[in-house]
């Protein structure tokens, strides 16, 4: 099984930033991380760390992601950045992506970003939904993927480690993943066309991630972290290189947005990874 124990996950903080880490990917070749909303100069519902332009003005979000990038050690102005959209779009990051963020929304859209150039950061969203970000130790490249359950239905996960081995000729076998804070089975209740959109897609395999909610007839709690987990493992990633972080951004308010805790008034918190 994937390693779900706190300890596979450590918390992090300078000048006020407060992110987290994940052991499998702490190594001297990369940096990473997954913010919080501390550190910011953003406020109200949007305080602070906020890195989701919807919201916000271009001058805080701007702000925020020059002190996440001092945080954490890479350079803001060749950050390559998702536009999510909830599909299964992996774009490979080009030159003339980097920074555009700083300014204002990202024109193209794709919920994954793969690289396999030294200092340039990929960035994904995230307020509920499960940021997974992917080392391919062997060919030197990484990943950020954005998650929701309609794109873990339409399988982004595994696509994405797929293109990483179409694209770099990464073995999945040498993929390490982190899968970081998101709402987890706890909280996320649903109707029904959830759990159907999962079966339709992969069968029976993601029923062990879908339960009857306890607490409403005809609902039901899903595992979005679990299923991510299992579709890299279908994409021949092995359990021992996945770790799941065990925080639920709904029941942590104070320290993670979360879309379905807020009602939609919010911001969003960020997964990046670089190679240095
Ligand atoms: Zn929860």
């Known amino acids: 099984m994937p390693n779900q124990t706190p300890a596979a996950f450590q918390t992090n903080a300078k000048n006020g930033v407060v992110w987290e880490t994940c052991r499998l990917l702490a190594d001297t ?19 602070s760390l906020n890195l989701d332009h919807k919201q916000d003005t271009n001058e805080n979000v701007r702000q925020n992601h020059l002190r996440l990038a001092a945080a954490l050690g890479y350079d803001a102005h060749r950050l390559v950045s998702t536009h999510q959209v909830h599909k299964d779009e992996v774009r490979v990051a080009r030159p003339e992506d980097e920074g555009l963020v700083l300014a204002g929304p990202t024109p193209y859209e794709c919920d994954a970003l793969i690289t396999n150039v030294p200092g340039r950061p990929l960035i994904c969203y995230s307020a509920d939904c499960i940021p997974i970000l992917l080392w391919a130790e062997d060919v030197a490249a990484v990943a950020a993927v954005h998650a929701g359950w309609r794109g873990t239905a339409a399988d982004i996960a595994a696509k994405c480690v797929q293109k990483l081995a179409a694209v770099y000729r990464a073995d999945p076998r040498h993929i390490k993943a982190a899968i970081g804070p998101g709402i987890g089975a706890c909280c996320f209740s649903t109707h029904s066309d959830v759990p159907e959109a999962l079966w339709a897609a992969f069968g029976s395999s993601v029923s062990p991630c879908i339960a009857p909610d306890p607490a409403e007839d005809g609902k039901f709690r899903v ?20 770790a799941i972080s065990p925080e639920c951004t709904c029941c942590l308010p104070d320290k993670y947005w979360s879309h379905r805790y807020t009602q939609g008034k919010r911001g969003g918190q960020a997964a990046v990874i670089m190679l240095k």
């Open 29 to 47: 070749r990369l940096t990473h991380g997954f913010s919080t909303r501390r550190g910011g100069v953003s406020r109200g519902a949007q305080a």
């Open 223 to 242: 595992d979005l972290k679990l299923v991510n987990s299992l579709r890299l493992q279908a994409a021949d990633v092995p359990a021992a290189n996945i």
